[in-house]
């Protein structure tokens, strides 16, 4: 049974930066992508990802706000996924999940396996 590990929330002053970690194990699909979500209470999770990436050809997608300030990676030998957040702002504080799509294509929705969520707290 694949599993979703996300770690490196914390509290980080508005403009700081933050790595976060998503450690996928048992996964046995070739072709999947990979993504980081975000919920609010407001909110609740939401529906596109803030940034995803295929995992054959490392193809990204960020969603508008994340663009310029998010970066998806990925350590491939380890299957761990990366989102570094540059610039945070207090918008961004949210509960981050890692999810999981068995797709032949990019798609950042829609997730089929999730894993737990860490909490980013953007406040001075």
């Known amino acids: 049974e694949v599993q979703l590990q996300a770690s490196g929330g914390g509290l980080v002053q508005p403009g700081g930066s933050l790595t976060l970690s998503c450690e996928a194990s048992?996964?046995?699909?070739?072709?999947?992508?990979i993504g980081w979500f975000r919920q609010t209470p407001e909110k609740g999770r939401e529906a596109v990802g803030v940034?995803?990436?295929?995992?054959?050809?490392?193809?990204?997608y960020y969603q508008g706000s994340a663009k310029g300030r998010f970066t998806i990676s990925r350590d491939s030998g380890n299957n761990i996924y990366y989102l570094q957040m540059n610039n945070l702002q207090a918008e961004d504080t949210a509960i981050y999940y890692c999810?999981?799509?068995?797709?032949?294509?990019?798609?950042?929705?829609?997730?089929?396996?999730w894993g737990k969520g860490t909490l980013v707290t953007v406040s001075s």
């Open positions: 940034a995803c990436m295929s995992s054959d050809d490392g193809q990204t």
């Open positions: 999810g999981l799509k068995t797709t032949w294509a990019l798609k950042c929705y829609d997730m089929d396996i």
């Open positions: 048992k996964v046995t699909f070739d072709y999947y992508t």
